[in-house]
C-alpha cells in the first residue's frame, strides 16, 4: 500500500476526507473534503428541480501542479487547478441541460466563495427524479472535535491567535488533537486546524490566521492551515 493511499484509508474514518488545495501555492491552506462536500451540498439545496448524488474533487492536471510556500499536511493535494465532478438526478420539469447549467452555476459560485481555484465542473445525469424534490435534503455540516486544550502555552497562544481572527468559529483537531509543530525542518512549522462561519472567503480567512500564528509566535515559524469545517452559523 502506498503512503498516499494509507493516508486516505486513515482518513475516510476520521471524516474528514483527501485535504484539497485551499487558494495557491502562496497561500498556505488546505480544506477538507468533507467540509468542502457539505458547502456545495447546501448551494445545491437551493437549486430547485435537482438533488446531488456523488461529488469529487481532483487536480484538473496533476503535472500542473506548484510548491507550497510551507510544508503541506501529509498526503495533500499540491496546489493547482482543480476539476469539480459530479453525479445528479433531476425532475422532467425542464430539459436537462438547463437543470446541469443551473446546478453548475450554483456549485461553481460555491467554489469560488470558498477559494479553491476550480476551472472545470463536469455533471453527469445519473437519475430522473418521478416529481418535483419539494424539500431540500438536510445537509449534515462535518463537526471536527475541538482542539484539546493542554499546558502547552505556545499552542494556548496559537490558538488564541488563531480565535481572534473574525470567521474563525474553533481551532479544531480532527488530524491532530493538539497544534501541531514541526520542529525538524529548517525554519520551524505549524500546522493549526480552523472551522470557520459561513461568512468571509475562507482562503481569506485562512491568510489571516496565518499571519496571527505567526505573530503571535517569537520565532515566527511558517504557519500551514487546515480548514475543517465552514459552517452555517458559528457553534
Known sequence: MTADRWTDVVRHPLG?????PLGGAHDGAWLTEAATDAVLRRA???????????????????ADVAEPVVPAPPGALPPGPLRLTADFAATAAEPLPAAASRLRRALAGAVARLGL?????DLRVTDLLAEEVAEP?????????SVREGADPEGARVTAAALGVPGVARVTGALSREVHFDAALPRRHVRVEVALTDGPRAVEVARRVRTAVG???TDQPTVAVLVTAVTCNAP
Open 16 to 20: 474528514v476526507g483527501r485535504l484539497l
Open 44 to 62: 445545491a439545496a437551493e437549486v430547485t428541480g435537482v438533488r446531488l448524488g456523488v461529488v469529487r474533487i481532483a487536480l484538473a492536471d496533476p
Open 117 to 121: 481555484e476550480v476551472t472545470d465542473v
Open 137 to 145: 435534503e438536510a445537509v449534515r455540516a462535518p463537526r471536527p472535535p
Open 215 to 217: 505573530e503571535a509566535l
